[in-house]
């Protein structure tokens, strides 16, 4: 009785590890296997991996570790001087959207506003022709900002009586800068 009680158990045994899966869910499995899944990857221009894409509402980005902080960057279709978009290249978002500067000219490190609630570290992009530079947020509270004097947005600086008065809210001043051009050559592509 003990004898086949043993075997029982031993053949039970077996027939678990034959049929396991040891892929881990994370991990992508194996290829055609109940975990597997792909991933857009962001890629410079030399094929280097970047990072990957994520869509945040209407704006697409890479998720970017930049000397041990993981940021979100926007990226964006490269356009022609017609205002066309080329369907498989892209570049770090050149600032379709506003940036604002403790300078009276749209110069020096911008004034960085996040998403307070988000969950990575709060970071914003300038263009100044083809060089794209990301300035990242340091690890602290964020302050009112009351000391806005430009406001970068469509390609002008606005300053003096053309500021809006919405300037003011909850932002940081830039703990570090990374080029992100230099660091990562345009035009960038997105695949798996």
Not at 18 to 30: K, L, T
Not at 64 to 85: D, K, M, W, Y
Not at 89 to 105: L, M, N
Request: hydrophobic share 30%.
């Amino acid at each position: 009785m003990r004898k086949s009680l043993v075997a029982v158990l031993l053949a039970l045994g077996a027939t678990s590890l034959s049929y396991g899966d040891d892929s881990a869910p994370f991990d992508g499995g194996h290829p055609g296997g109940p975990y597997d899944h792909h991933v857009l990857y962001a890629f410079d221009s030399h094929g280097k991996r970047i990072g990957p894409v994520l869509s945040l509402g209407t704006i697409d980005g890479v998720i970017l570790s930049i000397n041990g902080v993981t940021t979100f960057i926007p990226v964006e279709r490269v356009t022609n001087s017609a205002g066309q978009f080329l369907a498989s290249q892209y570049e770090w978002w050149s600032g379709t959207y506003s940036s604002i500067f403790p300078s009276s000219d749209c110069s020096g490190p911008p004034i960085i506003v996040g998403d307070v609630l988000g969950t990575l570290r709060p970071s914003t992009v300038i263009r100044q022709g083809n060089d794209a530079t990301a300035y990242i947020a340091p690890d602290t509270y964020s302050t009112t900002i009351t000391t806005a004097m430009s406001l970068y947005s469509s390609g002008q600086c606005l300053s003096g009586s053309t500021l809006p008065p919405y300037i003011t809210g909850e932002g940081w001043t830039p703990e570090s800068s990374y080029s992100l051009t230099q660091n990562y050559p345009e035009p960038l592509s997105i695949h798996y």
